[in-house]
């Protein structure tokens, strides 16, 4: 054997394209899947399962693709939540895991620090000729980071040291992003954060207010609120803009949920005419649903004002910020959108369900409002006229608000097999973020299911309202 066979340890070798001995993935799951629960219970957030199995959501799903899952006895689930947003082409896309398996097959030099792989600016350049405003872009891995770069380079661009973000507002969870966060209950208990502020979503006047006092360094902002799935005013942002330009503020458009064509355009900011954020994050779908990426699109001169010398080369990074894999998948995701025109299809079909959906809002007295834009769609639920209905739904309001939400996406998956989510905390609201690549058939199962479950909720019993009493005790039993 010459040295060229032997790996550093003075053992033979590997064969190209073996498994390495000593280690088999499927066995491993064959052998343990199906103590998944326990593993977690025992050594993850031991919370999750317990909710799960609390809810009915503890399912064994198999395998998947598409906006589809499959369970061991093959019943077909429709997915309406995607990973939270992750799943924008579905999952499994033959051509991102074709990119995959060509990436990894070439052996590239990845992550040497000392050199510079075309992939990176190749997807740079892909990402920002859908905003040609912008000029760089800075790769982390995943949504937070890419906030967290937002406003490091903001304050650093600006040097002042306020960020104002938007009641409701879900930018992240890491401390930088949860300072910048509107909900509560993530913010408890992780004190002492960032100087940041918040500013109701619309009202110009607190933003004006803010700004007056001279260190606000960026607005941070969703163009729709996944919480809730709130919609900024029309005209909102670009008066925004305009009102943090003239006193030397950034606004930072939070596109981690809303971008890469979820709303109908390839980012929420989009539909506002002469909106031209100074710094987009992006990650999420970004991803083709494989490996994490997260990145931070933005002007020249903030990036050129952060990395202002060689000795500052490395003031801001990540260390697997720009690996292969994560660029490879997402060429291959931008690809596949313009290759198959998902963008167009998420406005079509998006359109299509909010509308059939919100023409039930006069069948429904439970059914309050459903709104949003493209494959982004909240609908909310309020307090019925009906004395029987106003009863029930009392009931539940005193237990926790958020109760009657939660029992319309149960009876979805158990009876419907449908995947959803409720929007948000103590929030009366279903949240609608199917893979982007949805069809007629799945917006028509999806609206035949959901009609059947109101139809039950409004005849006043059943079990959809003796599910609802056990979440009442369930609350009761937390508070």
Known sequence: MTSSDA??????????????????????????????????????????????????????????????????????????????????????HPVVRKALHDVLDAGLPDLTRFDCQPLPGLLAEKLLAYTPHLDRVFFGNSGTEAVETALKFARYATGKPRVLYCTHAFHGLTTGSLSVNGEGGFRDGFAPLLPDTAVEMGDLDALARELKRGDVAALIVEPIQGKGVYIAPPG??????????????????????????????????????????????????????????GATLGKDWIFKKVYSSMDRVLVHSASFGTNAQAMAAGLAT???????????????????????LAALTDRYELLKEVRGRGLMIGIEFGRPKSLGLRSRWTMLQTARKGLFAQMVVVPLLQRHHILAQVSGDHLEVIKLIPPLIIDEADVDRFVTAFTEVMDDAHGGGGLMWDFGRTLVKQALANK
């Open 7 to 92: 790996t550093p340890e003075g053992g033979a070798a590997s064969v190209p394209g073996e498994q390495p001995k000593g280690f088999d993935l499927a066995t491993l799951l064959a052998e343990r899947s199906g103590e998944r629960y326990d593993l977690h219970t025992k050594y993850l957030n031991h919370q999750l399962p317990r909710m799960l199995h609390t809810i009915g959501f503890d399912k064994y799903y198999e395998r998947a693709e598409g906006a589809h899952f499959w369970d061991a006895d093959g019943n077909d689930y429709l997915d309406m939540l995607a990973g939270f947003g992750v799943m924008g082409l579905g999952r499994h």
């Open 236 to 293: 909102y942002l670009r008066a925004a803009q305009e009102l943090l330009r003239k006193h030397k503020a950034l606004l930072i458009a939070d596109e981690v949920q809303t971008g890469l064509g979820r709303t109908g355009d390839f980012f929420a900011y989009q539909h506002d005419e002469g909106v031209e954020p100074d710094l987009v994050c992006v990650a999420k779908a970004l991803s083709g649903g494989y490996v994490p990426v």
């Open 334 to 356: 931008l690809s596949v959108m313009e290759d198959e025109k998902v963008v167009e299809n998420a406005r079509r079909n998006g359109d299509l369900l909010r509308e059939r």
